[in-house]
T-cell receptor, first 115, second 114 residues
Framework: KQEVTQIPAALSVPEGENLVLNCSFTDSAIYNLQWFRQDPGKGLTSLLLIQSSQREQTSGRLNASLDKSSGRSTLYIAASQPGDSATYLCAPRRAGGTSYGKLTFGQGTILTVHP | EAGVAQSPRYKIIEKRQSVAFWCNPISGHATLYWYQQILGQGPKLLIQFQNNGVVDDSQLPKDRFSAERLKGVDSTLKIQPAKLEDSAVYLC????????????FGPGTRLTVL
């Protein structure tokens, strides 16, 4: 059974800092891993999808890395802004078995960027 | 391209009543998912459809929850009878395939059971 842990649980930083959010997972049999953000009372917005064969994926100020064999992914946010304040969730996607394709979520990192 | 649509956005019911949620996935997406998100937790998969067939419902409480996806497009999730612990946000997601493509989520339905 896949277990996903995100560290830290919460982070409060001043604007402009570079941030690192960590995600670890126990089952390396995955197709890919998605990073999402969730604003209060809203659905999930997909930020990055990184395939199991990739090491990194970039979109604007966001960069995600994946080390499938060690069960780790990291989301880097450069030059943080108050608009980045949200909960960030990582979710590896299961490969194999009857429930393949399923995303398993961590509890998220609550990020607050203050001006 | 239109996103995943869900309705209603909010629902308040009393315990033992029934409730239904509706989802319309992105056009052309064969795979549809229903997730339950309890406050302060990450979403948990309830059921996964491939076209109009169920491929994983191992975490669906089948004594009270049911779901269908007629004609492989829209889907409905029903709870009957509701319990207090069913209070949560119900999220629908879709993807082009079960494996390599992104999952896209709808805005969710917030259910409160009194």
């Amino acid at each position: 059974k896949q277990e996903v842990t995100q560290i830290p649980a919460a982070l409060s930083v001043p604007e402009g800092e570079n941030l690192v959010l960590n995600c670890s997972f126990t089952d390396s049999a995955i197709y890919n891993l998605q990073w999402f953000r969730q604003d209060p009372g809203k659905g999930l917005t997909s930020l990055l999808l990184i395939q199991s064969s990739q090491r990194e994926q970039t979109s604007g100020r966001l960069n995600a890395s994946l080390d499938k064999s060690s069960g780790r992914s990291t989301l880097y946010i450069a030059a943080s802004q108050p608009g980045d304040s949200a909960t960030y969730l990582c979710a590896p996607r299961r490969a194999g078995g009857t429930s393949y394709g399923k995303l398993t979520f961590g509890q998220g990192t609550i990020l607050t960027v203050h001006p | 391209e239109a996103g995943v649509a869900q309705s209603p956005r909010y629902k308040i019911i009393e315990k033992r009543q029934s409730v239904a949620f509706w989802c319309n996935p992105i056009s052309g997406h064969a795979t549809l998912y229903w997730y339950q998100q309890i406050l302060g937790q990450g979403p948990k998969l309830l059921i996964q459809f491939q076209n109009n067939g169920v491929v994983d419902d191992s975490q669906l409480p089948k004594d009270r929850f049911s779901a269908e996806r007629l004609k492989g497009v829209d889907s409905t999730l029903k709870i009957q009878p509701a319990k207090l612990e069913d209070s949560a946000v119900y999220l629908c997601a879709s993807s082009r395939t079960r494996s390599y493509n992104e999952q896209f989520f709808g805005p969710g339905t917030r259910l409160t059971v009194l």
